[in-house]
């Protein structure tokens, strides 16, 4: 008995380490300080934005896809601006969502939407943006509230690669890989 308990142990630090040292969510944002170019909000969100993406299920299939055109707007200092984004997703379902961002010092911010309960935290550092926070889904989709972990990485010629991981008691429910372009006004 002693043996099989020592086992259990020995595979629940297993699984602790490599969520903790080896996954998506062990990444941190100052793995990334010295990458560029320089991730700037008020440069890479804004303005008309095309996203093209894919959410794959809990068991890594693609249950969907969907087009974004997004638009980001600032204030003249560059400490708030929104991001107004309209989906439109495979089977014809629509969605919006607006974000109304605040820069909280040159590499933090916060943010918050409608769907998003509480604040969302972010941080830029090299050519990346992490945010986390807690997203409702709309009723049609369950009404379930799931734990965010947001990446979005600059490439050299302006593309911007998102890849986010959504969790329910800690349970990895959903991916979404997408990208993000600027687009004709």
Known sequence: ????????????????MKTMVFS?????????????????????????????????????????????QMKGEWNDAGTEGTLEENFTYNNGNTQTRKWFLTKTSPTTFTAT??????????KLSGATLEMRYAITLPEDAGGHTLNVTDWLYLT????????????????????LVATMRPAAP
């Open 1 to 16: 008995m002693k043996l099989i308990t020592a086992l259990l142990a020995l595979a629940l630090i297993a699984v602790v």
């Open 24 to 68: 998506f969510r062990a990444q941190r944002p100052d793995h990334y300080a010295q990458t560029g170019p320089t991730f700037d909000m008020t440069t890479h969100l804004a303005g008309p934005i095309l996203s093209e993406g894919v959410i794959f299920g809990p068991r890594g299939r693609m249950n969907s896809r969907f087009v974004a």
């Open 113 to 122: 939407a409608s769907d998003i309960r509480g604040e969302a935290t972010g």
């Open 156 to 175: 050299e010629n302006g593309v911007i690669l998102n890849k986010s991981e959504m969790r329910k008691y800690g349970i990895n429910v959903a991916e």
